[in-house]
């Protein structure tokens, strides 16, 4: 799994490097990592957010950051939802496939 590999980083880098992290596991299909790295990841958010006085200079700062998060989460839900179609046009073929053998079989018999 990848979720262990972001470095001691600290705040809003560490957030965009463990988004990176989901990515990355869900182009390669580790499901589990990515939700173990949202779980991660919504601690570093809670934390940076009741303390953004410290990590960012100015609330404009602060908007900023969360829409890269937010434009970077719609780039993983559209990675999964591709991978879900994916699936499931496979799974369609499947049953096709089998219903066309159910169909000769029973058509030879």
Known sequence: MIENSVS?????????????????AAESGDYDGV??????RRKLLAYLCSNR???????EEFKTFIERVLVEDSAL????????NEVASRLQQLRGGKKAVAAYRAGAG
């Open 35 to 40: 939700v173990n790295l949202e779980k991660r």
């Open 8 to 24: 001691e980083l600290s705040g809003a880098e560490e957030v965009l490097q463990v988004n990176a992290l989901m990515l990355q």
């Open 77 to 84: 839900t559209e990675n999964i939802e591709r991978k879900k």
């Open 53 to 59: 006085r410290i990590f960012f200079r100015s609330e």
